[in-house]
């Protein structure tokens, strides 16, 4: 099995405690349009797990309590989640900022053509991800015509007012490496993109985030049927970064499955490491009035990826 291999054992990797908590990471399910090469959830199409409105409300009922600044959904493709337009109307009026981390391809399918809309509606933050300004590379990584899908979606974005320069609607991208590689630095690859599309296609956007490609799951099944895995994990290390640290996202974050439990990042749910090395998995009513504060983190060699060279986070580089 894949989730036994070496990235669950106990590393060196420095000691890690949580600050105060402001973002809560949602897994709404595994159910996606797509199945990426570099996806670390194994996600597709034909995906059944997916979080139910119970299970949404008892987060939002936390959510509240705990004064959370910021709902970052993601899945799988998390607008599939047949709960996503309510959980995004609730959050919204409690005053919390929603992000929503959009394939894009997503907002081209037919049953989700109004979507778009609805986003800008809710001001809703979208965090899309394009693998790569080039056609050739994203349909390799994604599968045929999803380049093509992502510019349309793009465009109809930019005409909701997404990305525009005095907009209040935010629209980020993420880049992930091809391969077994550490992303490029962030803010040179960003005009590269910024060049490129706006040349090319007439498309703006705010930011572009460089995310590197997680150990684990499809993409760590990958590294281990081309004989890459010690290879990469020996880049991770030698990369360490100490300065990621104070950065990396478990510090004022958690991460929530579709089921309700508790994980100290999104990477350590997809690999079932309970909450602050706990000996059984927690779930958020559970929590429902622990701040979490200064609670251990749960680490691994894994988490390599998050502190080599320039760092790594679902907000970009680190340092």
Known sequence: MIDTLP????????I?????????????????????????????????????????????????????????????????????KYLVSEASQLGITVIDRCNLVILEEPEYKELADFLADHKVTIVASLPCYLEENVDK????????????????????GYGQQNSDLKLDLVFNPQGATLPPAQDTLQQSYKEHLNDHYNI???????????PIKRFGSTLISNGLFEDYMRLLMTNFNANTLENVMCINTISIDWQGYVYDC??????????????????????????LESQKIATRQHCYGCTAGQGSSCSGALS
């Open 7 to 14: 990235y669950l054992e106990n590393s060196n990797f420095p």
């Open 16 to 84: 890690l405690s949580r600050g105060k908590l402001e973002i809560l990471q949602l897994n709404l399910g595994y159910l996606c349009n797509l199945s990426c090469l570099h996806c670390h959830v194994n996600a597709g199409p034909k995906r059944t797990e997916l979080m139910t409105k119970q299970t949404i409300d008892q987060i939002l009922a936390f959510a509240k309590k705990n004064a959370i600044k910021i709902l970052d959904l993601t899945g799988g493709a998390p607008e599939m989640n047949p709960h996503f």
């Open 141 to 160: 990584q994604r599968g045929n015509g999803t380049f093509q899908s992502s510019i349309s979606a793009l465009k109809r974005l930019n005409k909701l």
């Open 204 to 214: 703006v956007f705010n930011r572009l985030y460089t995310i590197a490609n997680m």
């Open 266 to 291: 999104d990477f350590n749910q997809m690999l079932d490491l309970p909450l602050a090395d706990k000996s059984v998995n927690i779930h958020i009513t559970d929590v429902l009035d622990d701040t």
